[in-house]
């Protein structure tokens, strides 16, 4: 059963960032509107997740831990909520196994709160707590048992920087929440409660990025798309800071950066790249979603039109501000 365990965790939990993912989901799920993300050494020595949600039940808590066990609906056709669904059962259980793990939780039915201690899937505490409502849970010594994921780990600033990048999705597509995020001790960002997706912005990126960035407006049979896009003032040589969503869900999907790409083609220097964040809005049928649903992935039918009105979108929006 350890065994299992470990296996099925390392499908699911690959490193920090899926950790943070998984735990920033399950208190989306439990209808927070402030979630703080704690991080220390790239999220090797702690990841720590505080949320204002409805908490967990004193009784229900150990079960939550174990594989399977759920307390969300498993059926829907809807794209989100597919998405939502996570592994089913699976994370909590998943981060256990490799971990230790302390979780702080209360109702609002209850006076107190409870504290769980678990270690490689063994509960080692369980005590009362005073605590306010909601969630806290902290990950530590992760991968302990599994010297040879541990091994793989990247460097901290490369695991903070895969941690931002999720954080950052998540805000920009979650309405009505405040993202916390602290590295090492300093607040990397906190984004505002009511969702404003250029207040947003503002809140996670530089000030330069933000003075850069052109509306991008466009409106088709097919699709809307909704956002924003760098004028010739801002480029990187990296495309960290280009950003899509697809029916409010944050994907990855190569091929739209680089038609992205085409629409300022000979404007920017070589290897130097725009940001850009882009809310896709299409019928849901057309987007496959048969893929893993941990992943970002997507594929699209009528992926050529698709592409290319999003590279029509960008320019659009590069004519209608003259570049
Ligand atoms: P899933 O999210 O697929 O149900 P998880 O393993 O991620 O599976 O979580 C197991 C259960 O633990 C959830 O169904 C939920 O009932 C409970 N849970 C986990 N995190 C939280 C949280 N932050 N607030 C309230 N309940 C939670
Ligand atoms: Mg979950």
């Keep these: 059963n350890d065994t299992i365990n470990k296996i099925a965790a390392g499908e699911v939990i690959e490193n920090p960032k899926s950790i ?5 989901e399950n208190s989306i799920d439990a209808g927070s509107d402030e979630i703080i993300i704690e991080i220390k050494n790239g999220g090797k020595n702690l990841i720590r ?16 831990f174990k594989r399977h066990c759920t307390s969300k609906i498993q059926t829907s056709d809807d794209l989100n909520s597919l998405f939502t669904l ?5 994370a909590l259980a998943s981060i256990a196994a490799v971990s230790q793990i302390e979780v702080i939780s209360r109702t609002i039915d209850e006076q107190y709160g409870v504290k769980l201690v678990i270690k490689g899937g063994e509960v080692t505490l369980k005590e009362d707590i005073g605590c306010p409502v909601g969630t806290t849970i902290s990950v530590t010594e992760l991968f302990y048992n599994v010297p040879a994921r541990k091994k793989f780990l990247k460097s901290d600033a490369s695991e903070s920087s895969h941690i931002n990048e999720i954080v950052s999705s998540l805000a920009l597509s979650k309405k009505n929440i405040s993202f916390k995020y602290i590295n090492n001790n300093n607040i990397a960002f906190k984004t505002p409660k009511t969702n404003n997706f250029i207040n947003t912005i503002s809140s996670l990126y530089d000030k330069d990025l933000y003075d850069s960035l052109l509306s991008v407006n466009y409106q088709s049979n097919l699709i809307s798309i909704q956002g924003y896009t760098s004028n010739l003032n801002y480029y990187r040589g990296n495309r960290k800071n280009q950003l899509v969503f697809v029916n409010g869900r944050y994907i990855k999907h190569k091929r739209i950066n680089y038609y992205i790409e085409a629409a300022y083609y000979t ?6 790249y725009p940001a850009c964040f882009l809310k896709l809005e299409i ?3 057309l987007v496959d979603v048969n893929v893993h649903p941990a992943k970002t992935e997507v594929r ?9 009105e999003v590279k029509n979108a960008i320019y659009k929006s590069l004519r209608t501000n003259n570049i």
């Design 20 to 24: 943070v993912k998984e735990l920033v």
């Design 49 to 64: 997740i505080t949320d204002n949600g409805k908490g967990i039940d004193r009784g229900e808590i150990e079960d939550a």
């Design 86 to 90: 996570g592994f089913r059962g699976e």
């Design 267 to 272: 404007l920017l220097p070589k290897n130097k």
């Design 283 to 285: 019928n849901p049928t």
């Design 300 to 308: 699209f039918q009528n992926e050529e039109l698709i592409l290319n």
